[in-house]
């Protein structure tokens, strides 16, 4: 007797623990969703914007009407860009009774947790874009962003259009990211007439970057692709404007959003970067697509006095697509979300979202821009320009 005293507490706390898990949401009242994201640390920027989005989109939606008459709850919390605080935070959404996890934009921290949710049947939809979230295909994770083999697809095509042949390539080897997109371009370089004729490597701590570019001024290279995120990047920068060198300097994705631009300052003046269409939205041709992006433009413009970056385009999208399937499943139930999640096509500020069986990413190389900045602001390349005629997403 003494001893079943003993467990009857914890026989207590496990159903009622399992009883807040299992039922997660009882179909009434608010839906529940956790948003996981870096609000500390190295990547706060990219958090701060998903955060931004994310908000904006669940006001439309509540405003709208919600889900089937149902309002949004959003519940965020701050992985502090390290993957174990990701996966404490998706114990806690579950434990809270969060019916899905937008989860964090640290491609680490994402890879982190992607088990987690696989094991307890709940969508997670990632704001990073390292391949191996999707490749190979987990049930319940989803990618917003494009992938990273997807932007230097991309920017590889460019290189293609501008006659750029030879390129030196760095990549942070910290960086799930950066270690993907590096990974994608030395496999497709070739397919598109492209040779790496300086190739270094450095990690998220790096300060001086003079190994990287020293090789280059005897190299014959055309053009300098850093893959790189957070703080990194603008070091980077800065010193590449310093090292006098007269080719272009070539980004990603994760520096769309002026908080690259800004303290980057006069240095990221004529950088080239691929990164999200909603990004030039400003430069669109009017199309679905434009009133897609403008729709969270002018509210984000409203709250912020600025155009939307990379990352709250994301968070927003994020919203957007968990809400669709939402809605299409009929139910807050794991397994229903995630096959409508598979069955999705949906336009957004992101270009159209395509996912299948086989495709958890579900964005394409016409649904990624080649921007130049331009006055600190992200403009269309002429090269991009002219695809925007003939590949605008819809």
């Known amino acids: ?13 496990i159903g009622l623990t399992g009883c807040s898990s299992s039922s997660g949401d009882d179909e009434s009242g608010p839906i529940r969703i956790g948003l996981t994201v870096p609000l500390t640390g190295n990547y706060q920027a990219l958090g701060t914007g998903d955060q931004q989005g994310a908000k904006i989109a669940v006001a439309q939606i509540n405003a709208s009407g ?24 998706f114990n806690a959404h579950k434990s809270e009774g969060a019916v899905a996890v937008i989860g964090s934009s640290f491609s680490n921290s994402a890879l982190a947790t992607i088990p987690l949710a696989e094991r307890n049947s709940m969508p997670y939809i990632s704001l990073a874009a390292a391949d191996q979230q999707v ?34 390539l760095a990549h942070d080897t910290k960086s799930s990211y950066a270690v993907a997109g590096y990974t994608a371009v030395k496999k497709l370089a070739a397919q598109y007439g492209v040779t790496v004729v300086v190739d270094r490597s450095f990690d998220t701590g790096t300060q001086d970057f003079s190994a990287v570019y020293a090789p280059v001024r ?6 300098v692709f850093v893959w790189a995120t957070g703080p990194p ?26 908080l690259f631009t800004k303290p980057a300052g006069a240095a990221a003046e004529k950088v080239v970067l691929s990164t999200a269409i909603g990004v030039i939205g400003g430069d669109l041709p009017a199309s679905p697509l434009k009133t897609a992006v403008d729709k969270l433009a002018v509210d984000y413009q409203k709250q912020y006095g600025s155009y939307p970056p990379q990352f709250a385009i994301d968070g927003y999208c994020g919203v957007l697509v968990l809400a669709d399937a939402l809605k299409s499943a009929g139910s807050t139930d794991g397994k229903k979300v995630q096959a409508a999640l598979e069955k999705l096509s949906l336009l957004t500020p992101n270009g159209r979202y395509k996912y299948s069986a086989s495709d958890h990413s579900g964005l394409s190389t016409d649904n990624v821009a080649i921007a130049q900045v331009t006055g600190g602001k992200f403009v269309p390349t002429s090269w991009m320009t002219s695809q925007l005629s003939t590949n605008l997403p819809s």
């Open 66 to 89: 919600g889900i089937d008459g149902r309002k949004i709850e959003l519940v965020v919390k701050d992985d502090k860009t390290q993957p174990d605080q990701s996966v404490l935070a």
């Open 1 to 13: 007797m003494r001893k079943l005293a003993l467990l009857l507490p914890i026989v207590v706390v």
């Open 218 to 223: 005897t190299s014959g290279a055309q053009a």
């Open 135 to 168: 490749d190979p295909v987990r049930k319940f994770a989803f990618q917003i962003p494009a992938r990273s083999s997807t932007y230097a697809e991309q920017t590889l095509k460019y290189f293609q259009s501008a006659k750029i042949s030879k390129i030196a």
């Open 233 to 258: 990047a603008v070091i980077a920068t800065k010193q590449f404007a310093a090292a006098g060198l007269s080719i272009p300097l070539v980004l990603t994705g994760a520096q769309g959003t002026p």
